[in-house]
Structures are given as structure tokens and as C-alpha cells.
């Protein structure tokens, strides 16, 4: 069985944030911390609009479809370790882990870094690492509903999706679909538009993106515990 490349991990960990001079301000354009974290308290999950900068979200667009040029998206699988599986039925999207080489990938590692530090302070999370990957979903293509993460088996903690869409119009679809943890019943449809973010507990909340009608961009990342071994990030499972 071939070893699957591991990731990388990016930790926001570190004391010494990136040179100043390199990384665009870190303040995200629009949001509120107290509602955030009420939200995630309250219902597990939080959505904020315009949390990033267009002039952000542009640059990572291009930063994504420069990637996208260059062949550098794969398709996306499904499980870890060994058990990961290409599965067309269960998702459709190309996705590029980020590493950190672009000014527009640290300017967002940046702005994570200071979302980590709020919940962190705020609720105790014991976050140390985030993780997260480009992910382009062609017309057609949809991520079946699913949990990111079962209680004991990963380290993921928190889950933290914004999108990279421009002009995104109704009839376009590709909507993110929550579910409620308990009673399964919808709770909403968000929109994939530009420098939205949502973010909800991984272990608690189901959901799928519904099949979109345009190119869909977005970001997935997830805030984890540190279960790193032996300098490996959360052995496969
Ligand atoms: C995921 C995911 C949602 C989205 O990658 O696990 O649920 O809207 N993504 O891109
Ligand atoms: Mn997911």
C-alpha cells in the first residue's frame, strides 16, 4: 500500500508572526469576535460575511487559478492514511493544500492565526495547528453530506470555510448546507460569496455542499489539537 504524501500542516503555533512587510494587515475586514464566539457557543456555528477583503479574496483567487494552470489541484479524496479513497459520489472538487509560498496564502495564514488566538482565549479550545486547502468545484460537482471530524478519531476541532466567488448569483447553487447536530433538520444555505466565512464545531455539524452550477473556489481549513507524533502531524489513522 503506497504511502499518501503527508500534508502539510501549517502551524500557527508560532511566536514570530512572518515579516510585517511581507503579509497585508491581519485584520479581518468586517467582524464581530463576541458574536462569533456567542454563536459557536450557542448553536456550534457561525457565519460572517465580508470577513475577508475583497482585494484578499481577489489575490487568492488568482493565487488559485495560478495553481489551477499549473496543474497543481488534485482530486480530492475521502479518509486518511490508508484509508483514503477517491470517490466521485461522495465529492467532486480539486483541491491544493497551502504551504505558505504565496503573499496571499500567508496574508490568510495570518488572519487565521488571530482567529485561532480569540477562540483560544476565549473558549479554551486548546487549538494549536491549522491545516487547509484551495478547493475548486467544477459545474456539477458537490461534497455529499458528511461530519469532518468523529469524535476521538482526529484532532480537528473547529472547521473555518470562506469563499473566493465574485459576483456569485442565486442560480449559480453550490450552496453550503448545515444541518442541525441533533434533529438533522436544515438549518441553512450559505451562499458561496466572496469573503464569507462560516465556522462550526467539526465533530458536531453535518454538512454538504449542494451541487454548483459555476466554478466554485473556497478555502477549507480546520483548527486542531496538537497529536502530533514523533514530528508527524496526527498520524494517519
Ligand atoms: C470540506 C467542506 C465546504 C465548502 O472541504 O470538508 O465541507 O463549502 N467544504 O467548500
Ligand atoms: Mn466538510
Not at 486518511?80 to 496574508?107: C, I, M, P
Not at 491549522?130 to 478547493?135: F, G, I, M, S, T
Not at 436544515?186 to 454538512?207: I, N, Q
Request: hydrophobic content about 35%; glycine content about 6%.
Amino acid at each position: 500500500m503506497s504511502e499518501i504524501p503527508l500534508k502539510l500542516a501549517v502551524n500557527l503555533a508560532l511566536e514570530t508572526p512572518p515579516s510585517p512587510d511581507l503579509v497585508t494587515p491581519a485584520e479581518p475586514a468586517n467582524i464581530c469576535f463576541t458574536s462569533l464566539i456567542n454563536g459557536l457557543v450557542e448553536n456550534q456555528w457561525f457565519v460572517a460575511e465580508n470577513y475577508l477583503s475583497q482585494d484578499l479574496c481577489d489575490q487568492l483567487q488568482q493565487d488559485l487559478q495560478g495553481l489551477r494552470e499549473q496543474s497543481r489541484l488534485s482530486p480530492a479524496g475521502i479518509g486518511r492514511g490508508k484509508n483514503h479513497l477517491l470517490n466521485e459520489d461522495v465529492r467532486g472538487d480539486y483541491t491544493h493544500w497551502f504551504d505558505g509560498s504565496s503573499l496571499a496564502q500567508q496574508s490568510y495564514l495570518a488572519i487565521m492565526r488571530e482567529l485561532k488566538n480569540t477562540l483560544n482565549r476565549e473558549l479554551f479550545l486548546g487549538l494549536f495547528e491549522y491545516e487547509c486547502h484551495y478547493a475548486l468545484y467544477p459545474p456539477g460537482a458537490f461534497y455529499k453530506k458528511h461530519l469532518d471530524s468523529f469524535r476521538g478519531r482526529t484532532s480537528r476541532k473547529v472547521t473555518t470555510v470562506v469563499y473566493l466567488n465574485s459576483a456569485w448569483q442565486t442560480e449559480d447553487a453550490g450552496e453550503m448546507r448545515l444541518y442541525h447536530p441533533q434533529t438533522n433538520q436544515v438549518l441553512l444555505d450559505v451562499a458561496p460569496r466572496s469573503g464569507t466565512l462560516v465556522c462550526f464545531m467539526s465533530e458536531d455539524l453535518p454538512h454538504e455542499v449542494l451541487p454548483t452550477n459555476k466554478n466554485r473556489m473556497s478555502i477549507a481549513g480546520w483548527f486542531r489539537c496538537n497529536t502530533s507524533l514523533n514530528g508527524r502531524i496526527d498520524p494517519a489513522l
